[in-house]
C-alpha cells in the first residue's frame, strides 16, 4: 500500500478533544490536498472524527472550519495553483471557500468506533488510560480485516505495552504531537519493540508531509518530553516546600511560577504551565509513568490534593485558559489558589512582600525578544553571567533551577530515553518553546 | 485649489491601528475631510457643486450611492449638486478634474472635492478580490493572488531583465528610503511612526516568491490604507465669495487626463506610457517643461512604479531611472524632490483618495505650509506637478499648479 493509498481511510479516535481536534485538522488537511492531486482525481478520501459525544463533535467541525480558513488564506498563492482549472473560481475568496469545503468534505464525524472497521490507519488521542487503549485496538483490530496501522499519542505510556497489549504485531507506533498540534513544530516518534519497519517509514514521511520536526525517543515511559516535563514539576514542587520556612504556600508557588518565567526566561512559569496542560493531566500522566521508573518516585502529592480539591486548569473549548493553580484574567494571572483555606488569594496582596523577598532580580531578556532571535547567545549569554553573580534568594533558587533542568535533561540521555542531548533540546526549544536547551554550559 | 484637509492614513504601521479593534466607518472619513474644507472657506453655504471619488466602497464597505453623503458632512449641502467618480487608484485625479472643469464651464465658482477609502474592513488577500477590478477582469482568473502586486512584479521582472536587478533594487530601496523618510515628518502620514533604523537594508531583503512575490518584497508595495482627503477648487470668483486671498491658493495652470486600453496588456512592461503621455499633455498646457517643476507627488503604488515615474516625467533617461534616485535626486534635499510627506509608500494609499492627497500636498509645499515636511520651493520654479495613476497604467490624470 503505497503512502497515498494508506491516507485514503483515516480513523482519529478522541478527534474532539484538545490532542484529536488537531491531529484531525492536520490530517484533515494533508488528505484533501492529496485528493486535489490531478492523478488522485476520482479518488476518495475519508477521515472519520470519531469521539463519544455528538456535541464535542459539532464544536470540532466549527473549529476546523475556523482552523482551515486560516491555513487556506495563508496558502492561497499556491491555492490559486491547485485550482487553475476551475474557471469559476475567480477571486481568492472563492478559491478559499472552495479549499475550505474540500477539506471537511473528507471529514466525516461519528460517535461509532465501528467507523474505525473499514480504515487503513488509526490516530488515538484519547484518555491516557493504558487499559482503555488497549481494549480498544484489540477491538478495532479484530473486526477491521485491513489489518490497520495504529499512531498513538500517548505522552507516557510505553509503546510495547499498548503493541503487546492488544495483539498488534507491531502495527503501532507512538506518534507524540504537542499541543496544540497544528502549531507546534514537534513529534516525537517512538517504536515498540515490534513496531515494523514500514510503519515507521510511513510515519516520518507523513510527520515531514505536516512539516513537523520529528525526534525520536525510546520506548520509556513519559518519552524525552513528559520526561522532563514531569521532572521539572516534581522539582518545582520541591522548590515551594522549601520555601514554606519563610512564606505561605500560595506566595511560594506564587515565587517559584516567577522565578521558573522571568528569571529562566521560558515562555510561561512551571505553574502555569501545569494549569495549561491540566493539573488532571499532568497528575495522569506521573500516574501512568511511576511505575516504569525505577529508583524514582514520580509522584506529586501536592498535585494530587489540588485536584481532589477540583482545581483542575485545562483550557476552554475556545482556547482560553481555565483557572487552575493559579487564577487568570485576560490571560493575566490575577490570583493563586490556596489548598489550606480553599480559596484563592490575589496576587495582589502579596506580590510586593515576595519580590522584595526574592531580591533584585538581574535584568533579564524577554523570553519574546530572545526565542526565534538568531543572536540569541548575545542575549542570553551577558543574563546568565549577571545571573551567576546576583546574590539575591531569587537568583539563587533560579541558578538551581537551571542545573536542575541540566541534569533532568542529561539522566534522559544517559538512562537511554534520549538518543543524544541534541534530541533533549530540540524536543524543549520546539515542544515547549524554550528559548534554550536544558542541556546547556551557561552556569558552567 | 485652496482650503487642503487630509486625514490620517490609518492602517498598519500607525500606532493607534488595531486590526482587531473597531475602527471609524467610511463616513467618519468623509465627514472630517469635507468639515476640514468647508471650515476654510467659510461654511457650506459657498459650495456650488460637490464631488465625491471613490474606488471599491461598494465591495469595502458594502456602500454605493456616495454622492448623497454630502448632506451628511454639512446639512448645508442639501440639493446641491453632487457627483460620485471612479477610475480605480485614479479615482481622486477624476475627481479633480470634474471640479476643473466646472469651474472651467463656469458651471460652478466653488467645487468641494473628496476623494476617500476605507481597506482595512477586509485582510490584505480579501483586499487584493477588491483591487483586482482596477485591471482587466478577464485576466484576473490567471493572475497572481495578489493580483495588482503581481502584475507590478512582472514589470519588476521586466526591468530587471532589461535594465540589470541589482542597480534596480537599489533604486527601490532609495525610493523606500525616501518615503519613509519623509513620512516620518508629516503626522498624518501611514508611516508616521516607522522605526527602521536601516531603511535601505530592510528594503534590500530578498522577495519570497512561495510567500508574497516574486520580484518585490511587502516593502516595495504601498500598504492597505484608511484615509480621506478634501480640497475645494475655485474660481476668482469663488475665492473672493469665500474672502479667501488669491494668494494662499495654488493656480492650475495645465492638466492631461489620459485613458488606455484595460483589455490590453502594456505595450512596454519597463515604462509608464499613458503617465508619460498625460505628463506630457500637462506641461505642454501649461506651456512649461519639466525643468521649472519645483516637486512632483507621483504615483508610487509600488518602488518600482515610482523609479518607472520618474522616467516617465522626463528627468531621467529610459533605464536611468534608479541611477537618478540612487544619486539622491528625487529626495527632500535633492534637486527634484518628489512625494514630499512620503508618496504612496510612505502616506498611504487610500485608494480612491490618493489623487487628492497629492493635490492637497502640492498645495501645501507650494505655499509652504508643509510644517516638517517643507522643501525648499525655488523661485525661478514655482510649479507643482502630480501624476495619479488609475489601475496599470490605465486612467491617467496629470495635473500641473503654480505658486
Known amino acids: 500500500m503505497t503512502y497515498e493509498e494508506r491516507l485514503q481511510h483515516v480513523s482519529v479516535l478522541g478527534a474532539a478533544g484538545k490532542m484529536g481536534s488537531g491531529i484531525l485538522l492536520l490530517t484533515a488537511v494533508e488528505m484533501a490536498d492529496l485528493?486535489?492531486?490531478?492523478?488522485?482525481?476520482?479518488?476518495?478520501?475519508?477521515?472519520?472524527?470519531?469521539?463519544?459525544?455528538?456535541?464535542?463533535?459539532s464544536g470540532v467541525m466549527r473549529y476546523l472550519k475556523a482552523q482551515i480558513l486560516k491555513i487556506a488564506e495563508k496558502k492561497v498563492i499556491g491555492l490559486r495553483a491547485i485550482y487553475a482549472d476551475r474557471r469559476d473560481l475567480v477571486d481568492n475568496d472563492e478559491i478559499i471557500a472552495q479549499y475550505i469545503f474540500d477539506v471537511m468534505n473528507v471529514v466525516r464525524p461519528s460517535t461509532r468506533l465501528e467507523a474505525a472497521y473499514d480504515s487503513n490507519m488509526i490516530f488515538e488521542a484519547i484518555k491516557e488510560d493504558s487499559a482503555l487503549k488497549v481494549k480498544i485496538f484489540s477491538q478495532i483490530s479484530q473486526n477491521n480485516p485491513k489489518q490497520p496501522w495504529f499512531f498513538t499519542n500517548t505522552s507516557s505510556i510505553p509503546i510495547t505495552v499498548l503493541d503487546e497489549g492488544a495483539g498488534l504485531g507491531g502495527r503501532i507506533i507512538g506518534?507524540?504531537?504537542?499541543?496544540?498540534?497544528a502549531i507546534q513544530k514537534l513529534v516525537e516518534v517512538i517504536r515498540s519493540k515490534h513496531t515494523l519497519d514500514e510503519v515507521n517509514e510511513f510515519a516520518l514521511a507523513y510527520a515531514k508531509a505536516l512539516r513537523k520536526v520529528v525526534v525520536p525517543a525510546n520506548d520509556i515511559a513519559g518519552f524525552i518530553g513528559n520526561g522532563h516535563f514531569m521532572r521539572d514539576i516534581l522539582y518545582a514542587v520541591e522548590e515551594v516546600h522549601k520555601l514554606l520556612n519563610d512564606m505561605s504556600v500560595t506566595e511560594a508557588i506564587y515565587a517559584v511560577n516567577k522565578i521558573s518565567q522571568d528569571y529562566l526566561v521560558r515562555p510561561m512559569g512551571i505553574f502555569q504551565l501545569i494549569d495549561y496542560v491540566g493539573v488532571d493531566v499532568c497528575s495522569f500522566i506521573m500516574f501512568v509513568m511511576n511505575p516504569f521508573t525505577k529508583d524514582e518516585e514520580i509522584h506529586s502529592p501536592l498535585l494530587d490534593k489540588l485536584l481532589g480539591m477540583g482545581v483542575k486548569g485545562g483550557q476552554y473549548s475556545e482556547g482560553s485558559q481555565k483557572d487552575g493553580i493559579l487564577k487568570y484574567e485576560k490571560g493575566k494571572i490575577v490570583a493563586v489558589y490556596d489548598p489550606l483555606n480553599h480559596a484563592y488569594v490575589p496576587v495582589s496582596q502579596f506580590q510586593s512582600k515576595v519580590d522584595e523577598k526574592l531580591g533584585t532580580m538581574p535584568a533579564a531578556p524577554a523570553w519574546k525578544t530572545v526565542v526565534g532571535n538568531k543572536?540569541?547567545?548575545d542575549l542570553l549569554k551577558p543574563y546568565f553571567a549577571r545571573l551567576t553573580t546576583a546574590s539575591s534568594l531569587g537568583a539563587g533558587i533560579a541558578r538551581d533551577y537551571v542545573k536542575k533542568s541540566k541534569e533532568i535533561g542529561k539522566h534522559l540521555v544517559s538512562s537511554g530515553v534520549a538518543f543524544n542531548d541534541a534530541d533533549v533540546n530540540t524536543v524543549l526549544l520546539t515542544g515547549f518553546f524554550h528559548a534554550y536547551g536544558p542541556i546547556n554550559e551557561y552556569l558552567d | 485649489m485652496v482650503a487642503g484637509y487630509n486625514t490620517i492614513s490609518m492602517g498598519s504601521g500607525r500606532k493607534e491601528f488595531s486590526p482587531k479593534r473597531e475602527r471609524p466607518g467610511l463616513e467618519d472619513y468623509i465627514k472630517e475631510a469635507g468639515q476640514g474644507t468647508l471650515k476654510q472657506i467659510g461654511g457650506a453655504q459657498n459650495v456650488d457643486e460637490c464631488v465625491i471619488g471613490n474606488f471599491m466602497a461598494s465591495r469595502f464597505n458594502r456602500q454605493a450611492n456616495l454622492a448623497a453623503f454630502f448632506p451628511f458632512i454639512d446639512e448645508g449641502l442639501r440639493y446641491k449638486p453632487a457627483t460620485r467618480v471612479e477610475g480605480a487608484c485614479g479615482t481622486g485625479g477624476l475627481a479633480l478634474m470634474n471640479g476643473i472643469k466646472s469651474v472651467l464651464a463656469e458651471t460652478a465658482e466653488?467645487?468641494?472635492?473628496?476623494?476617500?477609502?476605507?481597506?482595512?474592513?477586509?485582510?490584505?488577500?480579501?483586499c487584493a478580490d477588491f483591487l483586482a477590478p482596477a485591471g482587466w477582469a478577464a485576466n484576473r482568473k490567471d493572475g497572481h493572488a495578489y493580483f495588482f502586486p503581481g502584475q507590478f512584479s512582472e514589470r519588476a521582472g521586466a526591468y530587471f531583465e532589461k535594465f540589470g536587478r541589482e542597480t534596480?533594487?537599489?533604486?527601490?530601496?532609495?525610493w523606500y528610503r525616501n518615503a519613509i523618510e519623509n513620512a516620518r515628518l508629516c503626522?498624518?502620514?501611514?508611516?508616521?511612526?516607522?522605526?527602521?533604523?536601516?531603511?535601505?537594508?530592510?528594503?534590500?531583503?530578498e522577495p519570497n516568491a512561495k510567500a508574497f512575490l516574486e520580484n518585490l518584497t511587502a516593502l516595495d508595495c504601498s500598504k492597505v490604507s484608511d484615509g480621506a482627503s478634501a480640497i475645494a477648487i475655485m474660481s476668482e470668483e469663488g475665492l473672493k465669495r469665500c474672502g479667501i486671498p488669491v494668494t494662499d491658493a495654488v493656480e492650475v495652470v495645465g492638466y492631461g487626463q489620459v485613458a488606455e486600453d484595460i483589455t490590453k496588456p502594456p505595450p512596454d512592461?519597463?515604462?509608464l506610457t499613458t503617465m508619460r503621455q498625460a505628463v506630457s499633455n500637462a506641461l505642454e498646457f501649461a506651456g512649461i517643461n519639466i525643468g521649472q517643476v519645483a516637486t512632483a507627488e507621483i504615483h508610487d503604488c509600488f518602488t518600482v512604479a515610482g523609479i518607472m515615474a520618474v522616467e516617465a516625467l522626463g528627468l531621467a533617461e529610459h533605464g536611468k531611472g534608479p541611477e537618478y534616485v540612487i544619486a539622491g535626486n528625487t529626495a527632500r534635499d535633492g534637486k527634484f524632490p518628489i512625494n514630499t510627506t512620503g508618496g504612496l509608500i510612505g502616506w498611504g494609499h487610500p485608494t480612491g483618495g490618493t489623487g487628492v492627497h497629492m493635490a492637497v500636498t502640492l498645495l501645501e509645499q507650494l505655499k509652504g505650509k508643509a510644517g516638517a515636511a517643507q522643501v525648499n520651493i525655488p523661485d525661478d520654479r514655482p510649479y507643482g506637478l502630480m501624476a495619479n495613476m488609475g489601475g496599470d497604467d490605465k486612467t491617467l490624470v496629470a495635473i500641473v499648479v503654480r505658486k
Open chain 1, 35 to 57: 485528493s486535489l492531486k490531478p492523478v488522485n482525481k476520482g479518488k476518495t478520501f475519508v477521515l472519520n472524527a470519531i469521539d463519544v459525544s455528538d456535541e464535542a463533535l
Open chain 1, 175 to 181: 506518534f507524540h504531537f504537542y499541543n496544540p498540534p
Open chain 1, 375 to 377: 543572536a540569541k547567545d
Open chain 2, 187 to 205: 503626522p498624518t502620514a501611514q508611516e508616521y511612526h516607522n522605526t527602521i533604523k536601516d531603511l535601505e537594508a530592510a528594503a534590500m531583503v
Open chain 2, 168 to 174: 534596480t533594487r537599489k533604486g527601490f530601496a532609495r
Open chain 2, 269 to 271: 512592461k519597463t515604462a
Open chain 2, 110 to 126: 466653488v467645487v468641494l472635492v473628496i476623494g476617500f477609502e476605507v481597506q482595512n474592513t477586509v485582510k490584505a488577500i480579501y
